[in-house]
């Protein structure tokens, strides 16, 4: 993310991170269900204090997800995200106070996950990946990650990763549950370590997010070894669309963070 930090004062830099940091957290955490506003997200992490009224587990996945941006922004001084890297983001956003063997936290999901989607006017039960095939699943994800992180990309490149990289996480499923979560945050990685805000989802866009997904997995089906991990169909551009309307937000952020910046020496710039 340095590119768009580049140029600006310490304290607008400082304020412009933690705008994104509050946004990210509080969209995310938002689509899955967490109850805090914006406000109350920014200030939960701010401040460290609770917001009367509202679930503890809505404060802890709020710190969880803060805390988990400061590792992504770590990962970007990495050549190489490994296992372990996206193990430690799995522990950081699954806050659960009560182990369960069955839900795993930092580790590949044991048992089989399902959800409910519509295709048309039917239900249909869709299948993420089977739990035995996650592992070489993951490896050749990572392996798609990685080759992104090797390259210096243009913002239609950087968008194009995003949208591949969260969608084919999404399809796979590797942990019983966050895995919109992390899918939303590591599938930022090519886009902060080119220069560019994250995209973030807004939440007012659920539904359309979801369908988007869901669009694509019902033409591409599960996941299975062996075969393309990204099958190509229209479903993708769709996806990247909407991606695309999504980052608007984010680089608003920076672009007002500029002009702050730009009218603070506004002599200078015009001499």
Request: charge should be negative.
């Given at each position: 993310m340095d590119n768009i930090l580049n140029n600006l004062d310490k304290d607008i830099r400082k304020l412009l991170v933690a705008q994104l940091r509050n946004l990210w957290?509080?969209?995310?955490?938002?689509?899955?269900?967490?109850?805090?506003?914006?406000?109350?997200?920014?200030?939960?992490?701010e401040e460290g204090l609770t917001v009367s009224g509202k679930p503890l587990k809505d404060h802890q996945e709020v710190v969880g997800h803060a805390r988990a941006i400061d590792l992504i922004y770590d990962l970007i001084?990495?050549?190489?995200?490994?296992?372990k890297n996206i193990s430690d983001l799995h522990k950081a956003v699954q806050t659960e106070a009560i182990f369960d063997v069955y839900k795993p936290v930092g580790k590949w999901k044991v048992e089989p996950n399902w959800t409910s989607m519509i295709?048309?006017?039917?239900?249909?039960?869709?299948?993420?990946?089977?739990?035995?095939?996650?592992?070489?699943?993951?490896?050749?994800?990572?392996?798609?990650?990685?080759?992104?992180?090797?390259?210096?990309?243009?913002?239609?490149?950087?968008?194009?990763?995003?949208?591949?990289?969260?969608?084919?996480?999404?399809?796979?499923?590797?942990?019983y549950d966050g895995n919109g979560r992390i899918a939303r945050l590591v599938s930022n990685i090519p886009v902060l370590k080119s220069g560019f805000p994250p995209i973030i989802i807004p939440k007012q866009r659920r539904r359309e997010y979801i369908m988007a997904l869901t669009e694509y997995h019902l033409s591409a089906g599960p996941p299975i070894p062996g075969e393309p991990l990204l099958p190509e169909t229209e479903k993708i551009k769709n996806?990247?669309?909407?991606?695309?309307?999504?980052?608007?937000?984010?680089?608003e952020l920076v672009n007002t963070a500029q002009r702050k910046h730009a009218e603070r020496y506004g002599k200078k710039h015009t001499e």
């Open positions: 957290t509080h969209t995310s955490t938002a689509i899955e269900g967490n109850t805090l506003t914006l406000g109350e997200t920014a200030f939960v992490i001084k990495k050549d190489a995200v490994s296992e295709d048309g006017d039917k239900q249909v039960m869709f299948e993420y990946a089977a739990p035995g095939d996650v592992p070489i699943l993951m490896t050749e994800w990572l392996n798609l990650l990685n080759s992104y992180i090797k390259k210096e990309l243009l913002q239609e490149d950087a968008l194009d990763a995003y949208a591949r990289l969260h969608i084919s996480f999404v399809r796979i499923h590797p942990f996806f990247k669309i909407f991606c695309a309307e999504s980052w608007k937000e984010s680089i």
